[in-house]
């Protein structure tokens, strides 16, 4: 079968269960909404899901299996068609959906303990069809058994608002009466209550209408439970054994009705105790992990300071005032834009310079093994990935990383071949290296970088050639705009969704633009400049994911192309560039929404073109 396929093509009879998609952005709607779906290209098996059918859950962000959940409706389109929309405006690109219920809360399963099971799915290393046959699916509800998650340990116990399943209570029973058989079953279902064994005839046919009890409590609740089903059973038996005393007629209908109300009741009452303690406990939980994000950020911003103190300021020498003032100033790396390489008019550049725009002000840091232009930037873990580029018309596969807390260089495996001038982003803990070119070919293919191979490894290619493009993630989605094919400068734009595992045409731009810039500023792309075929423009251009729509924006001072750009405290900042021929522009330009462009003259970095930009924010 063909990797490129997005599913197996089981027919209704094969398919045993389906496994979802989801990451930490949408697993807490999934779960809260009841409510699993995939992109439309799914629909061809997801169509075939029936009520009861065994589903799963595999989150991207830790590549963990969940469950065990079950189909609650059959699989149709749209069921909420604004599902996973940031505010309702749009509709869903997840509309092959189903609802569902949970039928046993396990421990999460990490990817190396069912990938055995599911091997054959496996159309890429990290890549699997979604369909289950049957065998796939009783293997992996025995493994997730094995591990049920009694303590209610589990992250999903508390976001899960959990269906309730039917179970009818036995009839009360006269003490003395019950016999090994009743015995045993009050031993092994401790919410059953007493059986009315009496004179079967002269109790009405079914006097217990079926009471929802949610089987996935907790062992407070259970405890609770326990204690409600015992006081209940135990008043039963006082009455009935009254009325063995007084030899009146047994369980009538009423009382029956009775017995059932309060368990009804305590049910209910330990129901809604629990969803309080469980919302209280998810929003708990939350916070927490937000607590921990902010103190290793601030952890990262102390070791970043103590790193980047110790360099030489350059700074802007106008006044002995101004001097004075930028002496004693330690630039904040998480307000400063780290600036790579490039090309000044007389040499091509290896340095490494944190720059901030705030002051004008500069510091030099470790510079790269080689010099290099052209290049691009990524970060991991942590780390700054430079790759690609070259010096000149020389190019390069090397890669390199930067860590900024120690100001150190390590080398890095290398691209799958020389290129450069290519776009470059980071999605679920992998680079990806999109297209670019080698001087004489253009290029279409994406190449992905996995840590745990070492190595770089092709993955889905682009729908067309783009050498001098501009690549960006935004919400877990890439985003490839414009560049140059081998005949003509192209304004069409793609992005790759990693769920459908595919390259997809976007709204394309209103003009053809190459060796520009694009960033993201409050939720939207930013095109900047770049050359459209008969030289560089000063023009912009948003692109609003949700409308994919693109809109002229406010035009830049100058027109340049080759220059670097990147977001800073809410304020897009456009850096040094080529305006045209051997013109290398000096000067910064500064933009913030409902605001216009403003231009200065760097006196710190000087001009400068080639050159690639990362923040750390």
């Given at each position: 079968?063909?990797?490129?396929?997005?599913?197996?093509?089981?027919?209704?009879?094969?398919?045993g269960?389906?496994?979802?998609g989801?990451?930490?952005?949408t697993?807490?709607?999934?779960?809260?909404?009841?409510?699993?779906?995939?992109?439309?290209?799914?629909?061809?098996?997801?169509?075939?899901?029936?009520?009861?059918?065994?589903?799963?859950?595999f989150?991207?962000?830790?590549?963990?299996?969940?469950?065990?959940?079950?189909?609650?409706?059959s699989?149709?389109?749209n069921?909420?068609?604004?599902?996973?929309?940031t505010?309702?405006?749009?509709?869903?690109i997840?509309?092959?959906q189903?609802?569902?219920?949970?039928r046993l809360?396990?421990?999460?399963?990490?990817?190396?303990?069912?990938?055995?099971?599911?091997?054959?799915?496996y159309?890429y290393?990290n890549?699997?069809?979604?369909e289950?046959?049957?065998?796939?699916?009783?293997?992996?509800?025995?493994?997730?058994?094995?591990?049920?998650?009694?303590?209610g340990?589990?992250?999903?116990?508390?976001?899960?608002?959990?269906?309730?399943?039917?179970k009818?209570?036995?009839?009360?029973?006269?003490?003395?009466?019950e016999?090994?058989?009743?015995?045993s079953?009050y031993q092994?279902?401790?919410?059953?209550?007493?059986?009315?064994?009496?004179?079967k005839?002269?109790c009405?046919e079914?006097p217990?209408?079926?009471?929802?009890?949610?089987?996935?409590?907790?062992?407070?609740?259970?405890?609770?439970?326990?204690?409600?089903?015992?006081?209940?059973?135990?008043?039963?038996?006082?009455?009935?054994g009254?009325?063995?005393?007084?030899?009146?007629?047994?369980?009538?209908?009423?009382?029956?009705?009775?017995?059932?109300?309060?368990?009804?009741?305590?049910?209910?009452?330990?129901?809604?105790?629990?969803?309080?303690?469980?919302?209280?406990?998810?929003f708990?939980e939350?916070t927490?992990?937000?607590?921990?994000?902010q103190?290793?950020?601030l952890?990262?911003?102390?070791?970043?300071?103590?790193?980047?103190?110790?360099?030489?300021?350059?700074?802007s020498?106008d006044?002995?005032?101004?001097?004075?003032?930028?002496?004693?100033l330690?630039?904040?790396?998480?307000?400063?834009?780290?600036?790579?390489?490039?090309?000044?008019?007389?040499s091509w550049?290896?340095?490494?310079?944190?720059?901030?725009?705030?002051h004008?002000?500069?510091?030099?840091?470790?510079p790269?093994?080689n010099?290099?232009?052209?290049?691009?930037?990524?970060?991991?873990?942590?780390?700054?990935?430079?790759?690609?580029?070259?010096e000149?018309?020389?190019?390069?596969d090397?890669?390199?990383?930067?860590n900024?807390?120690?100001?150190?260089?390590?080398?890095?495996?290398?691209?799958?071949?020389?290129?450069?001038?290519?776009?470059?982003?980071?999605l679920?803990?992998?680079i990806?290296?999109?297209?670019?070119?080698?001087g004489?070919?253009?290029?279409?293919?994406v190449?992905?970088?996995?840590?745990?191979?070492?190595?770089?490894?092709?993955?889905?290619s682009?729908?067309?050639?783009?050498?001098?493009?501009?690549?960006?993630?935004h919400n877990?989605?890439l985003?490839?705009?414009?560049g140059?094919?081998?005949?003509?400068?192209?304004?069409?734009?793609?992005?790759?969704?990693?769920?459908?595992?595919?390259?997809?045409?976007?709204?394309?731009?209103?003009?053809?633009?190459g060796?520009?810039?694009?960033?993201?500023?409050?939720?939207?792309?930013?095109?900047?400049?770049?050359?459209?075929?008969?030289?560089m423009?000063?023009?912009?251009?948003i692109?609003?994911?949700?409308m994919?729509?693109?809109?002229?924006?406010?035009?830049m001072?100058?027109?340049?192309?080759?220059?670097?750009?990147?977001?800073?405290?809410?304020?897009?900042?456009?850096?040094?560039?080529?305006?045209?021929?051997?013109?290398?522009?000096?000067?910064?330009e500064r933009?913030?929404?409902?605001?216009?462009?403003?231009?200065?003259?760097?006196?710190?970095?000087?001009?400068?073109?080639?050159?690639?930009?990362?923040?750390?924010?």
């Amino acid at each position: 079968m063909s990797s490129t396929s997005s599913h197996r093509n089981l027919n209704k009879n094969q398919l045993g269960g389906v496994i979802f998609g989801c990451n930490n952005n949408t697993m807490h709607e999934c779960i809260s909404k009841q409510l699993f779906g995939l992109p439309a290209q799914h629909y061809s098996y997801v169509k075939n899901i029936d009520p009861g059918m065994p589903l799963f859950l595999f989150n991207y962000s830790d590549r963990k299996l969940h469950g065990i959940f079950e189909a609650a409706s059959s699989g149709r389109m749209n069921i909420d068609p604004y599902g996973w929309t940031t505010d309702g405006s749009q509709k869903t690109i997840y509309p092959a959906q189903v609802l569902i219920r949970v039928r046993l809360l396990c421990h999460p399963l990490p990817e190396e303990r069912f990938k055995s099971i599911i091997i054959d799915n496996y159309y890429y290393r990290n890549h699997f069809w979604f369909e289950l046959d049957h065998a796939q699916t009783s293997k992996l509800l025995t493994l997730l058994t094995s591990s049920v998650d009694v303590s209610g340990s589990s992250l999903l116990t508390n976001k899960v608002k959990t269906r309730t399943v039917y179970k009818p209570l036995s009839l009360p029973g006269r003490r003395g009466d019950e016999g090994s058989e009743n015995k045993s079953r009050y031993q092994s279902d401790p919410m059953s209550a007493a059986s009315c064994l009496d004179d079967k005839n002269k109790c009405p046919e079914n006097p217990l209408e079926p009471n929802k009890l949610d089987l996935h409590h907790s062992t407070k609740d259970s405890s609770m439970l326990n204690d409600v089903c015992l006081e209940v059973k135990g008043s039963t038996k006082e009455q009935i054994g009254s009325e063995e005393n007084n030899d009146e007629s047994p369980c009538t209908s009423s009382r029956c009705q009775s017995i059932i109300d309060q368990l009804v009741q305590g049910m209910e009452e330990l129901k809604a105790f629990k969803n309080e303690q469980s919302t209280k406990m998810f929003f708990l939980e939350e916070t927490l992990v937000k607590a921990e994000e902010q103190i290793q950020q601030l952890k990262d911003r102390c070791a970043l300071l103590e790193s980047v103190s110790s360099f030489p300021l350059e700074v802007s020498k106008d006044t002995n005032s101004e001097n004075e003032i930028l002496d004693d100033l330690v630039l904040d790396p998480t307000k400063s834009i780290y600036l790579v390489g490039g090309y000044d008019g007389e040499s091509w550049l290896s340095a490494l310079d944190l720059y901030s725009p705030l002051h004008d002000a500069s510091k030099s840091l470790r510079p790269m093994s080689n010099v290099r232009s052209y290049t691009s930037t990524a970060r991991l873990n942590g780390e700054f990935y430079v790759f690609g580029g070259g010096e000149g018309n020389l190019w390069y596969d090397s890669v390199e990383s930067y860590n900024p807390a120690t100001d150190q260089w390590s080398f890095r495996p290398s691209l799958t071949g020389k290129k450069g001038s290519l776009g470059s982003a980071t999605l679920d803990g992998k680079i990806f290296a999109i297209g670019g070119g080698n001087g004489s070919e253009c290029f279409s293919e994406v190449e992905m970088l996995d840590l745990d191979l070492g190595r770089w490894i092709p993955t889905r290619s682009m729908l067309q050639k783009r050498f001098a493009l501009a690549a960006v993630e935004h919400n877990g989605v890439l985003y490839a705009t414009g560049g140059f094919d081998g005949s003509d400068y192209l304004k069409s734009a793609e992005r790759f969704d990693p769920r459908g595992h595919s390259w997809a045409k976007i709204a394309s731009m209103k003009i053809t633009r190459g060796c520009h810039s694009l960033v993201v500023l409050n939720e939207k792309l930013y095109a900047l400049g770049g050359f459209d075929g008969n030289g560089m423009v000063a023009s912009t251009e948003i692109y609003d994911p949700r409308m994919d729509q693109w809109v002229n924006g406010e035009e830049m001072k100058k027109s340049r192309g080759y220059s670097a750009a990147a977001v800073v405290d809410g304020c897009i900042y456009v850096i040094g560039g080529v305006k045209s021929g051997d013109n290398i522009l000096d000067t910064v330009e500064r933009f913030k929404e409902e605001d216009t462009w403003q231009e200065t003259i760097t006196k710190t970095i000087g001009k400068r073109c080639f050159l690639s930009a990362f923040v750390l924010s």
